[in-house]
Every structure is written in structure tokens, then in C-alpha cells.
């Protein structure tokens, strides 16, 4: 049982260059989220999606995009990478139906510097 | 006031005592309430949900109080593996951002 898988775990970039982080779960949710964690800080929400077809910013989103064509599939792009984009990016998903609100289930990470 | 809020630590407590945190949450309108752990750059896993008045899993018992908008995390009988820190999520059903996360408390349990 996979869960939320991201991939790459570890990546370095030099300034300026674009790279896009995956992310893809096989739990059937249809909420998916991107976060990022500076070190010694908490979360804060990049963007999200409430099913195929439909993103939207959360707290932090300028100098990202998404696109959630399948349920299972909520990359993030990063453009023009900045050092201030260095950090750890989370993925997570979480099923929302009926009464009950399920939590989120997290990826691992993905570990990003820009140098 | 921030939506959440949590008292950053660090606890320092030593092994077997007993240690309570306190998340507070501005938001009437919240729903549901979990507890994540966070281990020191690893991914936050879910402790404990809690829908109603409260929870209890073995030595971890969450207990909500709606009249004055805080849940508390309880951990009897603390082990070393304990030490990570510990998120307070806030559903708010409705709301722009539908969870919202305190910045954590953080444990650390001493031999």
C-alpha cells in the first residue's frame, strides 16, 4: 500500500532553472495539498485541489503552479527557482465524504535547496 | 489572535512523567480536530483524530473543550520515543483554507 508517493526525494537546482516536484496517491482521495516547511517553522499551504480539474491558491503560492488532471496526480511546477523556494515540500491527500472528516496522509518530502 | 495556536516548547520531561499540551483555535466554527507527530524533518503522521469530546489511544488522550475553543494532548508515561513535535490541525468546514495547522509543540523526553 503505497500511499502518497513523492518523487525526487532530494534535488538541487541553480537559480533561475524550473523543475516540476511529483506527487501521486493511490488512496482514491480527492483532496490533494502541497505544503512547504522552512527549517524550524511549520507548514504553510502552497496550493490545492479538491478533484481533477480544480486548483487553488493557499497561504504561499507565488512562484508556483499545479495542475491536477487525475485524481491520483498533483504535480507542483517551480518556474524560476529562487533560494527562497529552498525547502522541505510536502504532499498529501485525504478522502472527503459523508460526515465524518477524514485527516491528511502525508508524502516523505521532497528536499529542495537552490543554489 | 492566530487560528491556532500552540506553546512551542520545548518540553523537557524525563521518562514515565506525564505531559499535557494545549492547542487553542480562534475559529467557532471548527469541526474536527487531529494530532499529528513530526520527527525532525520526516513527514507529519497522523496520532490521533477527534470528532467529539475527546479521544484515547493506549497512553494518548486528546480531550476537546468547545466552550473555550482548546484541545489538549495528554501523554502518560512518556518514552524516548516520544520526543518529536506534536501539530494541532483545525478543520473548518466552509473556510478558504479547509485545515489549518499550529506551528507545533516540540517534546523531548530524557533518560
Known amino acids: 500500500n503505497a500511499g502518497v508517493t513523492q518523487t525526487p526525494k532530494f534535488r538541487i537546482l541553480k537559480i533561475g532553472q524550473s523543475m516540476t516536484l511529483q506527487c501521486t496517491q493511490d488512496?482514491?482521495?480527492?483532496?490533494m495539498y502541497w505544503y512547504r516547511q522552512d527549517p524550524g517553522m511549520g507548514l504553510k499551504l502552497i496550493y490545492y485541489s479538491v478533484g481533477a480539474g480544480i486548483t487553488d491558491k493557499g497561504e504561499v503560492p507565488n512562484g508556483y503552479n499545479v495542475s491536477r488532471s487525475t485524481t491520483e496526480d498533483f504535480p507542483l511546477r517551480l518556474e524560476l527557482a529562487a533560494p527562497s523556494q529552498t525547502s522541505v515540500y510536502f504532499c498529501?491527500?485525504?478522502?472527503?465524504?459523508?460526515?465524518?472528516?477524514?485527516?491528511?496522509?502525508f508524502g516523505d518530502g521532497t528536499r529542495l535547496s537552490i543554489l | 489572535r492566530k487560528e491556532v495556536e500552540q506553546d512551542p516548547g520545548p518540553f523537557n520531561v524525563p521518562e514515565g512523567a506525564t505531559v499535557a499540551f494545549n492547542c487553542t483555535y480562534s475559529n467557532s466554527a471548527s469541526q474536527s480536530f487531529f494530532w499529528y507527530r513530526q520527527d525532525c524533518r520526516k513527514e507529519p503522521k497522523l496520532l490521533m483524530s477527534?470528532?467529539?469530546s475527546g479521544n484515547e489511544d493506549g497512553r494518548f488522550t486528546a480531550q476537546l473543550n468547545r466552550a473555550s475553543q482548546y484541545i489538549s494532548l495528554l501523554i502518560r508515561d512518556s518514552k524516548l520515543s516520544d520526543s518529536a513535535t506534536y501539530l494541532c490541525?483545525?478543520?473548518?468546514?466552509?473556510?478558504?483554507?479547509?485545515?489549518?495547522f499550529g506551528k507545533g509543540t516540540r517534546l523531548s523526553v530524557i533518560a
Open positions: 498529501a491527500s485525504r478522502r472527503v465524504s459523508g460526515a465524518l472528516d477524514q485527516p491528511q496522509h
Open positions: 477527534v470528532y467529539s
Open positions: 490541525v483545525v478543520l473548518i468546514r466552509g473556510g478558504n483554507t479547509p485545515l489549518v
Open positions: 488512496m482514491n482521495h480527492n483532496y
